[in-house]
């Protein structure tokens, strides 16, 4: 049962990364006894720069992609139904090329991407694996005709370009992973929506009776930091409250003093700081016109 509620949470976590740079659909049916692939991602033509903050999972959707997440280690089976998925893609491509009397692109088929948290290499042996030069360890290409690689997230290295595929890893890879995503500012790229998400799995994993030693403690160490997080919150909160509460006591004796105010002068008193506007409120006792909030405000920008 847990397992679908981590393929849940992969698929939804890599749709939110991906869905600024491209199209990206999440249980994609194929031809055949109606295969699903995990997430299809098409890149938007004009691709934007700030993919590389995704580091290697950017490096990934650079180009059509076919990324399939595994939740426990992928069997060789797995790893065969994912690339059975990409040939079948392949040769869908290939029919509507001929149909459309246009050739098909080397670019346009997609690389699979098989994730998996921990892999044996006696198993990478079985597929031929091999590593490529320019590439990080924990990236095993399987031969060039294949366009497969397979990403043991264990292996891959503790680095920021790393840290948004070992969030999809296991135990202590995903928990540091974790540590790291929170340490990150918070007003970084994603941080946010991903701890949202990360912390909805855990909600969905606690109401699960059955739980395995990975998940259980994912809960604890996920606990202090949801609780702070949500504290956190709740004191920004009251911070908005006390920051509205007095824009609106500003503006209320300010139409009292001078009369009405325009939208543009509105706008740049609700940009003003709690302390700026409790200078505000000191100062606005001396205005007679608007000019005086006017040079007040232009004084606060200098």
């Not at 509620?5 to 999440?26: C, M, N, P, Q, S």
């Not at 909160?237 to 105010?261: H, M, P, S, T, V």
Request: proline fraction near 4%.
């Amino acid at each position: 049962m847990t397992r679908f509620i981590h393929d849940k949470f992969a698929k939804d976590y890599l749709e939110e990364l991906l869905k600024d740079y491209g199209e990206v659909k999440a249980s994609e049916k194929v031809s055949g006894e109606i295969k699903e692939i995990d997430v299809l991602f098409t890149p938007a033509k004009q691709q934007s720069s700030n993919i590389q903050i995704l580091g290697l999972l950017g490096r990934f959707a650079q180009q059509p992609a076919i990324i399939e997440p595994y939740r426990n280690p992928a069997s060789t089976d797995e790893i065969c139904d994912c690339i059975l998925k990409l040939l079948e893609i392949k040769a869908l491509l290939r029919r509507e090329a001929k149909a459309n009397k246009t050739k098909l692109q080397d670019l346009e088929i997609p690389k699979l991407w098989v994730l998996t948290p921990t892999i044996s290499e006696t198993r990478l042996s079985s597929f031929g694996t091999m590593q490529k030069a320019g590439w990080l360890s924990g990236v095993h290409f399987l031969p060039d005709a294949l366009r497969t690689a397979i990403v043991a997230i264990h292996q891959l290295p503790q680095t920021p370009e790393t840290l948004w595929l070992r969030l999809l890893g296991r135990g202590s890879v995903q928990s540091q992973a974790i540590i790291e995503l929170q340490a990150l500012p918070l007003d970084y790229p994603y941080q946010k929506e991903t701890l949202e998400l990360v912390y909805n799995l855990r909600e969905n994993l606690r109401v699960n009776q059955e739980l395995e030693a990975d998940d259980r403690e994912l809960i604890m160490r996920l606990e202090p930091l949801y609780q702070r997080d949500r504290e956190q919150a709740k004191e920004e909160g009251r911070q908005e409250g006390r920051q509205e509460g007095k824009e609106d006591l500003i503006l209320r004796l300010l139409n009292r003093r001078i009369g009405e105010i325009d939208a543009s002068l509105i706008g740049q008193i609700k940009g003003l700081s709690i302390e700026q506007l409790e200078n505000l409120g000191e100062a606005l006792l001396d205005f007679s016109s608007v000019a005086d909030l006017e040079t007040w405000l232009n004084q606060q920008s200098i």
